[in-house]
């Protein structure tokens, strides 16, 4: 038996950007992004075999409530022509439930309840001088 459901999903994205640029070898960037996807199951149909829908007793709750959030922060320095030290943190909170919430801002609330998962790395990245490591050994 297959069902099928009547369904509204509403989604919301929300992306902010900011960059600051210190220097031409020093900047800052971070970036935010929010997405809130609800899917609310209103009448569910089980699909006869000629081919047609009819109304099922089938009401089982498989709304779905999901948000994301992910925060980057990046600083990068070019110290020398080709060479780079760039510090990043990330943060993100990822949660899916069966309960929606019509209003963004308690949905929100409600959301960042959550525990979150950060990560932080350093990359160094240096150029090395083929002619200038080996001029002294003639």
């Not at 297959?2 to 369904?7: L, T, V, Y």
């Amino acid at each position: 038996m297959r069902i099928f459901s009547i369904q509204t999903q509403n989604t919301v994205t929300n992306k902010f950007i900011f960059n600051y640029t210190f220097s031409n070898k020093l900047y800052f960037k971070t970036i935010l992004r929010y997405y809130w996807s609800t899917i609310n199951n209103q009448d569910f149909y089980v699909l006869m075999h000629n081919g047609e829908l009819s109304e099922t007793e089938y009401h089982n709750n498989h709304d779905i409530n999901f948000n994301t959030w992910n925060l980057d922060c990046n600083l990068s320095w070019e110290y020398r022509a080709g060479s780079q030290l760039s510090i990043v943190w990330q943060n993100q909170l990822t949660n899916e439930n069966q309960e929606i919430e019509n209003i963004f801002f308690n949905n929100m609330n409600n959301f960042f309840e959550n525990p979150t998962t950060n990560v932080f790395s350093i990359k160094f990245t240096s150029y090395l001088d083929y002619s200038t490591i080996f001029q002294n050994i003639e």
